[in-house]
């Protein structure tokens, strides 16, 4: 399943077990420029995030863990969608095993579905879901992924700024560029008193 990302591209994993839906969603998010991988189960899904249950070698099979095993690694997801009924794993089990991950629990979660059960919905958003989409998915509906897709980058790459805005700040703090020019004119003044 390797998949190459273009450098300033969003990639949205999509999970649906519909054939017909899949490729909608697939087209719908490639004309509005996004990277997609595509998978038809919550399983699979799992599987390319590289998260798995570690059954026999945690006391506690229900906390997820990322596999040493991803293959995909290197790849970025910046955004899940994916159906609420699927057979095995639904969406919204998908979506309690990301946010229940330390690794993942910050790629924002969209679930959609072709029924309107407020109930659902409501379980889904409080359980962390950015959006609840009703099928079938349109474009207005793809527009309103970018905002969490970049809110999210923007945490990612708020602490990097912080740190290398400290960087800067200790470098060129006051007392380090007034030692150096005392030091300087310590140097020059010996020099001038030997002369």
Same mark, same amino acid.
């Given at each position: 399943m390797g998949v190459a990302v273009k450098p300033n591209q969003f990639h949205v994993l999509a999970v649906d077990d519909s054939i017909i839906d899949?490729? +909608?969603i697939e087209r719908l998010l490639k004309t509005s420029s996004y990277q997609v991988t595509a998978v038809d189960s919550g399983s699979k899904a799992l599987e390319f995030l590289g998260l798995i249950d570690e059954d026999h070698e945690q006391e506690d099979a229900d906390i997820p863990s *990322? !596999?040493?095993?991803n293959l995909n690694q290197d790849i970025e997801v910046n955004l899940i969608i994916t159906d609420y009924c699927m057979p095995e794993m639904t969406g919204y089990d998908l979506l309690r095993k990301i946010k229940e991950s330390k690794s993942l629990k910050d790629?924002?979660? *969209?679930?959609m579905? !072709? /029924?309107n059960v407020p109930s659902r919905i409501n379980r889904c958003l409080?359980?962390?879901? %950015?959006? @609840? @989409? +009703?099928?079938p998915v349109q474009m207005e509906d793809v527009s309103k992924l970018r905002p969490h897709m970049m809110r999210n980058k923007a945490k #990612?790459? /708020?602490p990097n700024i912080n740190k290398r805005k400290g960087m800067? %700040? /200790?470098? &060129? !703090?006051?007392e380090r560029t007034r030692t150096k020019y005392n030091n300087s004119l310590e #140097?020059? &003044? =010996? *020099? *001038?008193? #030997? =002369?």
């Open positions: 899949r490729k +909608l *990322v !596999s040493p095993k790629i924002p979660v *969209v679930i579905s !072709s /029924e409080e359980e962390g879901a %950015e959006e @609840f @989409f +009703l099928k #990612d790459d /708020e800067e %700040e /200790e470098n &060129q !703090s006051p #140097d020059v &003044q =010996l *020099v *001038v008193g #030997d =002369l």
